[in-house]
């Protein structure tokens, strides 16, 4: 059974930088970040693999980082140059014990579980 705890978030000025951490337990495969703002659907944002290959959505890279202390079971997401389009409710994802195709990396049907979301406000 695959639990995780998102912490970190929080409130910021355009242009500058806040971290998020998932601390996950149970067998993980694929990770990743997501983020729903109100009235819009869940976006991919970052994903990372077991071997460490990440993948980025457009309006991200460059950006932010997503990284994993596998030692720690614990997922990180580095967000800079933040701009108020980002302010969304970001939650961390994990495919329970597998990968995941890399067509469907950023799709959030093909995660099993989340966590409970952390607010990241850019003004």
């Known amino acids: 059974h695959v639990q995780l705890v998102e912490s970190g978030g929080g409130s910021v000025e355009a242009g500058g930088s806040l971290s998020l951490s998932c601390a996950a337990s149970g067998s993980i495969g694929c990770m990743g970040w997501f983020r729903q703002a109100p009235g819009k659907e869940r976006e991919g944002v970052a994903s990372i693999n077991t071997r460490g290959s990440t993948n980025y959505t457009d309006s991200v890279k460059g950006r932010f980082t997503i990284s994993k202390d596998n030692a720690k079971n614990t997922l990180y997401l580095e967000m800079n140059n933040l701009k108020p389009e980002d302010t969304a409710m970001y939650y961390c994802?994990?495919?329970?014990?597998?990968?995941?195709?890399?067509?469907?990396?950023?799709?959030?049907?093909?995660?099993?579980?989340w966590g409970q979301g952390t607010q990241v406000t850019v003004s």
């Open positions: 994802a994990a495919a329970a014990g597998r990968e995941i195709p890399a067509a469907q990396i950023l799709s959030a049907k093909a995660y099993d579980a």
